[in-house]
């Protein structure tokens, strides 16, 4: 066969494909037979990935109330009745169609339990092939969601500390405790300018925030990714910017530092600093999007920056092992072990919304007190109502 012939006939598929909608879809969606969904409201959506955004999207659109979690941890403590509440799972896997014309696929299968029963009550599988990947796992996901009920009305979306919990609860990732500290009314965090009137910090620090301030300055969200846990913020605030490390990585044995502002309603309001190293290049199951530390941290320390000996940025403090749940499961606490998110995540990030962060010359490690108080101007207290 010419490859005339070949690109003809690719044409001709992709064509063929696109004719009706602009894409091939197709789906199938299954309730259980003796089950009323009519009654559901609540959706709790415990997906990570970039399926996430439509989910809520499709969801608030067919009238649910929607909350986003990072684990099932404290479920079993909700107030929901029987048939109101469902947790929702979906997974897509992304497929080739023609790499000539950049046509891409994806299939999705989505599964909801009731929350008090675990009965499950749903699942559905969709399939899309378009021109983009992003409109392919929209029309994947939304397709594998067909056969949920439209309540009639727009639906919202809620955060977890405004779930009705018989007793009051913090958000948990699986596996890790968030060293985020909360109330139901306000929680804060931490956060390090990477630019001018630019902060980083966790995107779980800010989502669903009325309003947010760092070191009570008004500041407003300009990016965030809920998949890495990042949040870029933008207002009248000043100091010097940190750098962010790209060479070299980070090194097993590397001595850090973690900067923040750990349970603010306890502890002095003063920046807290503590030391330790990095004990692994990778978070649970192998996660290289994370790198380990010893370095402890508290609720509140999430967003901060984990510095090297000269001051450059080696990771966001986003969490750590969640001591009490280890123990119910192995019999044994453990000691020191918190995750941070890696530098080429960081800069991924920070790069996509063209971020003009500075890099550290190399070399250029001081004594630590010197580092200390060289990035204490660069790092301030995030609230969140």
């Known amino acids: 066969m010419t490859c005339t012939s070949l690109v003809t006939r690719r044409l001709a598929l992709t064509a063929a494909l696109l004719l009706s909608g602009c894409a091939y879809a197709s789906m199938t969606g299954t309730v259980a037979p003796d089950i009323a969904l009519s009654g559901y409201q609540q959706v709790l959506v415990t997906t990570a990935s970039a399926a996430r955004p439509v989910i809520v999207r499709e969801l608030i659109a067919r009238g649910y109330r929607v909350t986003l979690l990072d684990?099932?941890?404290?479920?079993?403590?909700?107030?929901?009745?029987?048939?109101?509440?469902?947790?929702?799972?979906?997974?897509?896997?992304?497929h080739s169609l023609t790499s000539l014309l950049g046509a891409t696929g994806a299939n999705a299968s989505c599964d909801a339990v009731d929350l008090q029963s675990k009965r499950q009550i749903y699942t559905g599988h969709g399939k899309h092939t378009g021109l983009t990947r992003e409109g392919d796992i929209d029309g994947?996901?939304?397709?594998?969601?067909?056969?949920?009920?439209?309540?009639?009305?727009?639906?919202s979306q809620g955060s977890y500390a405004s779930l009705p919990f018989r007793?009051?609860?913090?958000?948990?990732?699986?596996?890790?405790?968030?060293?985020?500290?909360?109330?139901?009314?306000?929680?804060?965090?931490?956060?390090?300018?990477?630019?001018?009137?630019?902060?980083?910090?966790?995107?779980?620090?800010?989502?669903?925030?009325?309003?947010?301030?760092?070191?009570?300055?008004?500041?407003?969200?300009?990016?965030?990714?809920?998949?890495?846990?990042?949040?870029?913020?933008?207002?009248?605030?000043?100091?010097?910017?940190?750098?962010?490390?790209?060479?070299?990585?980070?090194?097993?044995?590397?001595?850090?530092?973690?900067?923040?502002?750990?349970?603010?309603?306890?502890?002095?309001?003063?920046?807290?600093?503590t030391g330790g190293n990095i004990s692994a290049l990778a978070g649970l199951s192998g996660d290289t999007r994370l790198i380990q530390t010893t370095a402890p941290v508290q609720p509140g320390n999430s967003g901060g920056p984990l510095i090297d000996e000269a001051g450059a940025v080696v990771g966001v403090i986003v969490a750590t092992l969640d001591a009490a749940r280890v123990l119910?499961?192995?019999?044994?606490?453990?000691?020191?072990?918190?995750?941070?998110?890696?530098?080429?995540?960081?800069?991924?990030?920070?790069?996509?919304?063209?971020?003009?962060?500075?890099?550290?010359?190399?070399?250029?490690?001081r004594p630590r007190a010197d580092v200390i108080a060289a990035a204490a101007g660069s790092v301030a207290v995030i609230s969140c109502r």
């Open 71 to 94: 684990s099932d941890s404290g479920l079993a403590d909700l107030a929901f009745a029987e048939g109101s509440a469902m947790i929702l799972s979906c997974t897509y896997i992304g």
């Open 140 to 155: 994947a996901v939304r397709n594998a969601l067909n056969a949920l009920p439209a309540r009639g009305s727009t639906g």
């Open 167 to 273: 007793t009051p609860r913090t958000p948990a990732r699986a596996g890790q405790a968030s060293a985020q500290g909360a109330d139901r009314h306000q929680r804060h965090g931490t956060g390090f300018l990477v630019a001018d009137r630019m902060l980083l910090t966790n995107a779980h620090v800010v989502d669903s925030c009325a309003e947010v301030r760092a070191n009570d300055q008004q500041m407003r969200i300009v990016a965030i990714d809920r998949t890495n846990d990042l949040a870029l913020l933008r207002g009248e605030i000043v100091g010097p910017s940190l750098p962010i490390r790209a060479r070299p990585f980070p090194r097993l044995g590397e001595s850090v530092t973690a900067l923040g502002f750990p349970l603010a309603s306890l502890l002095s309001s003063q920046l807290n600093v």
């Open 328 to 365: 119910e499961v192995t019999g044994d606490i453990p000691q020191n072990v918190n995750f941070a998110i890696s530098p080429a995540i960081v800069r991924a990030f920070l790069d996509a919304n063209e971020v003009p962060y500075a890099t550290p010359a190399a070399g250029l490690s």
